[in-house]
Every structure is written in C-alpha cells, then in structure tokens.
C-alpha cells in the first residue's frame, strides 16, 4: 500500500475546526465551512473580545482561499468557455507549481538564466510567503521576556497576529500538499505508464512524485540561487510526502542525495 493506514471518521467539522477546512479538497465547499464558521462567530455574544480576534483569522482563511482560487468571487456566465458553471475553480498553487516544474525543466542556460531566475520568483511568490524568519524569533524573545519579567513588548500583540496569519498561509500550504499528492496517486494520467494501460509499482509512483518536489523545490531553485527562497514551501512539501507515502523519507533521500 503506497499510503500510510489513517482511520476515517465522519464528524461534525466543527468540532476539531479548522481541520475539517483543510482536509476538504472542493473549494467551494470550504469557501462554504468557513463562511459558516463567520456567521456563527458573528452570532456569538459570550467573549466579545476573542470572537472577534477569531472572526478576523476566520475572514483571513476566507482571503486565502479567494487568492488561491480567485474564480471563487468571480460572477461566473452561464454558458460557454472557461467560465461554465460546472468549470472547477482555478487552483493558482497548482498553477504555479505545473509552471515551475515546465519552466525548468525545458532547459535552464547561460542566455535565459536571468530571465529564467525572474519568471521563477513570480511563480513562488504565488504561493503568498510568510514574513521572514526574523519575526518568529522575536516573538519567542518576548514570550521569555514575558516568562521572566512580565513585562511585555508593544508590538506584541500585533507581531501575535502576524504569526497567526503565518500560520494559516503554512496550513494552506499543508492543503495544497495532501490535495497534489492524492492527486498524483488517483490520477491515472500521473499514476500509470502505457498510454494509462499499466499502473505504476507503488515505489515508482513514490520516486516519481520525489522527483516533482525536488525538481520543483530543490533543483530548479538552486540552478536559479533560489534555494533559499524556496526552502519553507519545500519543508512542507516533503513533510507532507513524508508522513503520507510509505517510506517517503527514504525515497525523498534517494532523490536528493542525503544519507
């Protein structure tokens, strides 16, 4: 078996929220929970003061979601092209992801490098990057100082809520990643040799979508001096393979080289 065992429950998805969220892999359905989970924190009248912080993390889910699949505010027509009712919504991520792995690995040269290296930070910064690392260490520095002193840093509060919405970019990350690798392990087309007549060994499958992470996340940026760039939306890419696909540790280190 290519996946890892994981029981299945079915529950209310608001009772371990917002997991219910991430794990939905329709977008109009989340978009659907997460105006829900607004609506019923608007009604809350106990702990004003949290609810409307947790009302403002919920709306920034919603802003996420929205960005990653902008047809989702767009008024669609009723017939015709790219925008029939029944079209699924454009995932940007996997757009971006698709054109990194095109992009690269047509050929990356002394003549193209430059404008090669441009095209692919465009693509990465897609994926909405959280601020820099620096930020998370002052936090930490002023969570001790808090622990030693009691004394609190003014930007505090502020710095808190930025590491919030940090924090619900990565999850939408995490999201991206479980929804590409069930896909890569569905999709006929990805899964299969022979014009789709043979599936692949699930070791080969396994390799096969290493491979995509480190071309995309780890080869292609490091030609380009991008590596650095790429390494927290890389993190979580292989995280997500490895605690998904059996043996995915072992397979991500084949491909990269590391012992």
């Not at 930020?135 to 969570?143: G, L, P, S």
């Not at 096969?208 to 995309?216: C, E, F, G, P």
Request: aromatic residues 12%; contains cysteine.
């Amino acid at each position: 078996m290519l996946y890892k065992e994981e029981m299945i429950e079915e529950k209310d998805p608001f009772s371990d929220w917002p997991r219910a969220f991430y794990e939905e892999r329709d977008p109009k359905k989340r978009e659907a929970l997460v105006l829900e989970k607004i609506k019923s924190l608007e009604r809350e009248e106990k702990n004003a003061e949290n609810t409307l912080e947790e009302k403002r993390i919920e709306e920034y889910r919603l802003l996420l979601l929205r960005n990653r699949h902008p047809l989702l505010e767009e008024k669609r027509e009723e017939s015709g092209g790219f925008f029939r009712n029944d079209n699924p919504c454009l995932d940007k991520y996997m757009f971006a992801w698709m054109s990194i792995l095109i992009s690269g690995r047509t050929g990356i040269y002394f003549w193209n490098k430059k404008s090669k290296k441009k095209e692919l930070k465009e693509l990465l910064e897609i994926f909405d990057f959280p601020e820099e690392k620096k930020r998370y260490e002052n936090q930490i520095e002023q969570k001790e100082e808090v622990k030693y002193t009691g004394e609190t840093d003014r930007n505090a509060q502020t710095t808190e809520k930025e590491s919030l919405q940090d924090f619900c970019k990565v999850a939408e990350w995490k999201a991206f990643a479980s929804f590409w690798i069930e896909t890569c392990v569905e999709d006929k087309s990805y899964s299969s040799t022979v014009f789709g007549l043979l599936r692949m060994k699930d070791e080969s499958l396994a390799k096969k979508m290493a491979q995509d992470i480190a071309d995309a996340l780890y080869f292609i940026p490091r030609s380009l001096e991008l590596l650095e760039v790429a390494e927290p939306l890389r993190k979580v890419l292989v995280d997500c393979y490895c605690k998904s696909i059996f043996q995915g540790e072992k397979y991500w280190k084949e491909i990269v080289g590391e012992e």
